[in-house]
């Protein structure tokens, strides 16, 4: 029972593998494909599953490509947590790329034989995030359990099976700092909007959830960051139903034209 499945997973890798190649404008067998051939070639549906801390990137990215390739519609984007995700794509979810905040989430889907070949694509650090002026004069995170005039701050983080949850765990023990979360949320973008709400007086997000949130939220910047620098990694799924075009928009995301519009969000590189 198992061999068609590996046959399939096998067929899958070989499909990905020549429209790789035939995006990036290589020579088919017998002739020469022109980087406009290769792009017209390419049509149909492409489903992306990605980090809620991805979303604005992956929009101007999912533009981008749609733009390169005009036959290619990428549907709305499924956002949220990496684990969310993750879960829902072993439970069968159909999803032609997933895009996690970090390499456990992947590893996962990998280790259910759902993902070609993971590649990693970008880099990000957690950051506090408070209401705009930051009224409490929030310096690090030792503040965060501090308190003034009777008063903790209400700090919201992600809950810990999500990676800005994991990060925001690995900081605090590093730091040495006790913190109790008034809510765990399921990804960061439900924790920045408290903060943007009033609802929290602070939150750990990421450093590129603080740049696209503008003057809703100051940032504070983390001196012990680099003890959680989240990997991300991204790609092809065995049950692709658009295997081309999930190919080629890996390989949009990681060429120097996806990482110039990653880093123009705050991202770094792998």
């Given at each position: ?12 890798a ?14 088919a067998?017998g002739?020469?494909t ?18 809620a ?21 990428v ?52 950051e506090?995030?408070?209401?705009p ?5 929030i310096?690090?995170l ?45 990804n960061v ?7 943007e ?5 602070a ?16 940032g504070?910047p ?18 692709a ?8 928009f890996v ?20």
């Amino acid at each position: 029972m198992k061999t068609p499945r590996l046959l399939g997973v096998a067929a899958v890798a070989v499909t990905i593998s020549l429209s790789v190649a035939g995006c990036s404008g290589a020579p088919a067998a017998g002739g020469t494909t022109s980087p406009s051939a290769a792009a017209s070639t390419l049509s149909g549906d492409l489903t992306i599953s990605a980090a809620a801390s991805l979303s604005g990137a992956f929009d101007e990215l999912a533009a981008e490509f749609h733009a390169k390739y005009p036959g290619v519609t990428v549907k709305p984007i499924n956002y949220d947590g990496s684990s969310v995700l993750a879960t829902q794509i072993i439970q069968g979810a159909p999803v032609d790329v997933f895009a996690s905040a970090d390499v456990k989430n992947m590893t996962k889907v990998t280790a259910a034989k759902l993902t070609v070949k993971p590649v990693d694509f970008a880099t990000n650090t957690m950051e506090i995030a408070t209401r705009p002026g930051n009224p409490l004069g929030i310096t690090g995170l030792g503040d965060l359990a501090k308190t003034k005039a009777g008063k903790a701050p209400t700090v919201v983080l992600c809950a810990p099976a999500v990676p800005c949850g994991n990060a925001s765990k690995t900081l605090l023990a590093d730091a040495k700092v006790a913190v109790t979360p008034a809510s765990e949320e399921q990804n960061v973008t439900a924790v920045l909007t408290k903060v943007e709400s009033g609802d929290a007086d602070a939150g750990l997000v990421y450093v590129t959830d603080v740049k696209a949130a503008g003057a809703k939220v100051a940032g504070v910047p983390i001196a012990n960051a680099d003890a959680a620098v989240n990997t991300y990694p991204l790609s092809v799924l065995t049950g692709a139903q658009n295997p081309a075009a999930a190919a080629a928009f890996v390989t949009f995301v990681t060429s120097p034209e996806g990482q110039k519009v990653l880093a123009s969000f705050g991202f770094g590189r792998p």
